[in-house]
């Protein structure tokens, strides 16, 4: 009971979360407190205002339960000369949290506008654009549904109503996340690779690597599993499956390695000193530029731009 209502400058915290969260896939930058500290200040200060009732009696904190959901029970004696004040921010919250939603709700959907205006990335395949865009939706139905359980609610009467729906909103959320994870995949290849047959035509990691580099096929934008496959005349799964052993990686990744190396070369290459990133980028066979942008994090360690700035001074 010395916990009750403690957990509410934390509520006010998850939506800056949120929008932090799309601020960071779609931006692709850091978020720091020298930036973006006034995000807290709305927490921070109900925080604040919330520290006599914090450090109040059982008693009170008691009464403060009752009232939300059982107001006919009789109430425990409070010191005689205890004060209230704080209950003027503790009456306005459930407007603080609209208030919450409703910036929040308007930023992250600024956000996604202006990477739909100025095309940073090809949005109709780009995963975290649709992901940002969907979370932003769902701020707004979720500031919707939570005025209609204010307006019809009184104190917290509607909050088993808000849990059921954010409760769906992770679980949501969780088979969204899981089912793009690669934490299964290990797991799945042994499934997958069941269904070839023991007649398969003898193939081996070599061979891949010798048709794959000669006339640097990995190169093209057209190289894919199933069009490798019908060059080898094999089974895609059957190039998959040696891949995965021999090379520790799904076919996307044996290819795009291949494609950083050049990529590598040409971004410091003076012959290329006037493609952009993005042309060097097509130029080695990735058909964007946020493709390229994550497979070079994801395997050389750091972005295109702060490669070419570490090797500019060895030049």
Excluded: C
């Amino acid at each position: 009971m010395y916990l009750n209502d403690a957990s509410e400058p934390l509520v006010l915290l998850i939506f800056p979360f949120t929008y932090f969260s799309i601020y960071g896939l779609l931006k692709r930058t850091n978020i720091t407190f020298r930036k973006h500290w006034w995000h807290i200040i709305l927490p921070l200060a109900y925080f604040i205002s919330q520290i006599p009732f914090y450090l109040a009696p059982l008693s009170v904190k008691y009464n403060a339960y009752l009232g939300a959901y059982f107001p006919n029970y009789a109430v425990a004696e409070v010191p005689q000369h205890f004060n209230y004040g704080y209950h003027y921010f503790k009456d306005i919250f459930d407007w603080l949290i609209l208030l919450s939603i409703l910036l929040y709700s308007a930023l992250s959907l600024r956000l996604v506008f202006l990477e739909r205006q100025n095309k940073i990335e090809n949005r109709s395949k780009s995963n975290k654009y649709i992901f940002t865009r969907n979370s932003s939706i769902v701020l707004v139905l979720l500031l919707i549904f939570i005025f209609v359980v204010f307006y019809n609610f009184d104190d917290d009467g509607g909050d088993h109503y808000i849990v059921f729906f954010q409760t769906i909103i992770a679980f949501a959320t969780s088979y969204v996340v899981l089912s793009e994870s690669r934490f299964f995949e290990k797991s799945w290849i042994a499934d997958k690779y069941e269904t070839l047959s023991n007649s398969q035509i003898a193939l081996n990691m070599a061979d891949i690597e010798n048709y794959v580099n000669t006339n640097s096929y990995y190169m093209s934008k057209d190289a894919s599993l199933k069009d490798l496959a019908s060059l080898l005349k094999v089974h895609p799964n059957q190039i998959s499956k040696i891949i995965n052993q021999e090379n520790n990686s799904n076919f996307n990744d044996f290819l795009n390695q291949k494609r950083l190396q050049v990529a590598k070369l040409r971004l410091t290459d003076p012959e290329y000193s006037n493609f952009t990133i993005e042309a060097i980028a097509n130029s080695v066979g990735f058909k964007s530029k946020s493709t390229f942008y994550n497979a070079f994090k994801k395997h050389i360690g750091i972005s295109p731009s702060d490669y070419i700035k570490s090797i500019a001074p060895k030049l």
